[in-house]
């Protein structure tokens, strides 16, 4: 209860007093999803595009990013944004004491703990957008725009051609990079991915193509996979749909091994066949269902994926 008053009384200094969070933060935020930060990324591809010019996307991720943030930028990121000195001594005391225990061979060895933000508390989520809000606000080249959800973060760079594209690319990621390893947090360039957002109408990207990544040179693929959902150089989600249709039938075929202690296929399992099946299903819905509903053979494939029963 205290965690959630404290949590309360930030979010009111920040959003009455601020300087409030970037915008470009969707996690940790009440009334903004995964969903939402994807339809804002459509949205700036689309002004992109429209504009006769091409896009990079590039998604970064952080190596064990809530466990090794470093509590001192929590309180550099509580002096930017204001906030009360009551409230800060109560975030000092949140993180004090706290020790590490671990097994060492036959013996267990406990450490004090530096770094870190308690993951499924309450306040650990918003000690992590304060402290990153710093790398939001990192400046970035023309045309750049970043949209993140908690630790990914994905940054967009327009060109009027691939090779713009790619060299803008280059600069900005360059420059979160710098910016998050200024916190002492590693960006895993492993687990990076980037594709060309583009019309069609200036043809194929360019193959071979790539980006570096802190000393890392990622290739740019024709998809990736962004907060659920596989997004395609046109948006098109036939790869999406495709993974979907796999991932459906197998969630459909665990519920069907629940039979046998459920006895009959009543109308109770029933709904819990439709509510899970449908869930899954349509996860992100509002940024797909006009692809869906234009293609035919989307609506049959994600048809014949939702019929799968047994027989009574």
């Not at 075929?253 to 899954?280: E, K, M």
Request: with cysteine; charged share 20%.
């Amino acid at each position: 209860m205290l965690d959630r008053i404290i949590a309360s009384r930030f979010v009111w200094h920040l959003s009455g007093a601020g300087p409030d969070l970037n915008d470009g933060q969707y996690g940790f935020q009440k009334g903004r999803s995964t969903v939402d930060a994807i339809l804002r990324v459509r949205s700036l591809y689309g002004a992109i595009v429209d504009g006769g010019r091409v896009a990079l996307a590039v998604s970064l991720n952080i190596s064990n990013a809530f466990n090794t943030l470093p509590w001192d930028y929590v309180g550099r990121a509580m002096e930017y944004h204001g906030i009360p000195p009551y409230l800060r001594a109560d975030v000092r005391n949140y993180f004090r004491d706290r020790r590490l225990s671990y097994r060492d061979q036959d013996r267990v060895s406990r450490g004090r703990m530096s770094c870190g933000v308690p993951q499924g508390s309450v306040l650990g989520p918003l000690m992590w957008n304060l402290a990153y809000d710093h790398v939001l606000r990192t400046a970035l080249p023309p045309g750049c725009t970043v949209v993140c959800y908690a630790d990914d973060k994905l940054v967009l760079a327009g060109g009027e051609y691939w090779g713009k594209a790619t060299a803008t690319a280059n600069v900005a990621v360059a420059c979160a990079v710098r910016s998050i390893s200024g916190m002492d947090l590693r960006v895993a360039p492993q687990k990076t991915e980037a594709v060309f957002f583009h019309d069609g109408y200036r043809g194929d990207p360019p193959p071979g193509a790539s980006i570096m990544v802190d000393g890392t040179r990622v290739p740019i693929g024709i998809q990736m996979k962004y907060l659920g959902l596989c997004l395609d150089g046109k948006w098109c989600f036939k790869e999406h749909f495709a993974r979907l249709a796999r991932r459906v039938d197998a969630v459909a075929t665990l519920l069907f091994r629940l039979l046998p202690y459920l006895r009959n296929p009543d109308g109770r399992v029933r709904r819990l066949y439709a509510r899970i099946v449908h869930a899954v299903t349509l996860y992100g819905a509002p940024v797909w269902a006009g692809e869906m509903m234009a293609s035919r053979r989307i609506k049959a494939l994600m048809h014949f994926s939702q019929k799968k029963w047994p027989s009574e």
